[in-house]
């Protein structure tokens, strides 16, 4: 009797056992097989990163933390994880989220460019769409080795640079950045382009330079061409640009609303009013609608241009002075009467 009893205390025994093992295998699969997210996560991990900054920005978006800190203790990923961006989605795992981080399977971020008029700028713009720093940035760019390793020099290295939104590692260098934006350069002037190039007699510097003022000058794409083909003219006789937009550079003072006498003597290699030709590099990084603008210039007898008093963003065209100079009165009676200083 006593034997039949011990017998069935085991076989008590050895289900609970049983059953424990299975509640405690369901609750493992799900703790390493289940979804490990409550939610969609970025995760930025940087370069200067340590595991424990990794952990915290982590952890409170993970459902499974112990199983987490098993596996990764088990992955030795403390001393393996790999900085970058990851787009962690709530389908995985913990398992999986390890192995990503472990391996460095990255996710791109975009990076945009655009509207800016200097090197500390685009440096500005820049930081934190990387994993580098403005200071880091600008010290890479202004470098005279930087621009000689991609065939330019200090001055010129920032008509390089074009407008539009790319995918890049996070961990981008800002060394791989210029590499990347050289290749993109590249592929934008190869074929059709070089050729409209060619018949215009400009270098890919000039393009860019004089699209960068036909830039400021304008944010009607219908009238770029139109605004290019003035300065060609211009050029092409000899006279001086006088492009107002050369002048805000010239002084750094981007936001001055309108260009006095006094302003027009500023000492300046950008000065276009003192300087004949083009200005030694861009004003700008154009839009490369202004650069198609240059390319595509349209051919016309005009050697001046004035903003409409209408402020529509336009401007009336004129062929003599005589008539641009009554253009230019008709502006600045409005301006006066707007009180823009």
Known sequence: MLQKSFRKTLLTLFSAAVALGAVLAFVGIIQFRGNALKEPCELYVSRNADYRMLTDSLLPHLRHKLAFRLYAKRLQLSENFKPGHYALQPKMNVIEVVRTLKLGLQTPVRVTMNNVRTMPQL?????????????????????????ARVGFDSLTLFSMFLPDTYELWWTTTPDELVDRMKREY???????????????????????????????????TDEMARVAGVYINRLRKGMPLQADPTIKYAMQDFK?????????????????????GLPPSPICMPGKNAIEGVLDFERHDYLFFCARPTFDGHHNFARTYAEHKRNARAYAAELNRRKIR
């Open 123 to 147: 440096a500005g713009k820049l930081a934190g769409q990387i994993d580098a720093d403005s200071v880091e940035l600008l010290r890479t760019l202004t470098a005279p080795e930087t621009a």
């Open 186 to 220: 590249d592929r934008f002037w190869s074929g059709a382009r070089d050729e409209k190039r060619n018949r215009s007699g400009l270098s890919r510097l000039e393009v860019m330079t004089l699209a960068s003022i036909v830039y400021e000058e304008t944010r009607q």
């Open 256 to 276: 001055l609303r309108r260009i006095l006498h006094k302003h027009l003597k500023t000492p300046s290699p950008y000065n276009t009013y003192i300087n004949k």
